[in-house]
């Protein structure tokens, strides 16, 4: 169970059948900030009004404000980590109200 997500950019590798490239996703959260779950496809921004479309625009822009994130294949599945450094991908969880 996810306790916050946010948009995150990641990578995918180049392979026999697609170039390299770059999309943002909805990366989910667990209560410690580590990434537990992905968008399976890219996000585009919605709305139904400009307002509302030009509002999820922003929030999409946030995910170039974070490392590049890349999926890694484990002996049991798959995880997320920095494209950069290699480490686990995570976030702060949000300040509580």
Known sequence: MSAFWNYRVIYCEANKDAPEQY?????EYNE?????????????????????????F?????????PVLKVVRKPRGYELVEKDSGEPAHAEPPAKA
């Open 58 to 66: 922003t929030r999409l822009q946030t995910a170039f404000d974070k």
């Open 23 to 27: 999309q943002v996703h909805a990366v």
């Open 32 to 56: 410690n900030g580590k990434a537990v779950n992905w968008s399976e496809t890219g996000e585009s921004p919605y709305g139904q009004s400009i307002d509302d479309l030009k509002a999820d």
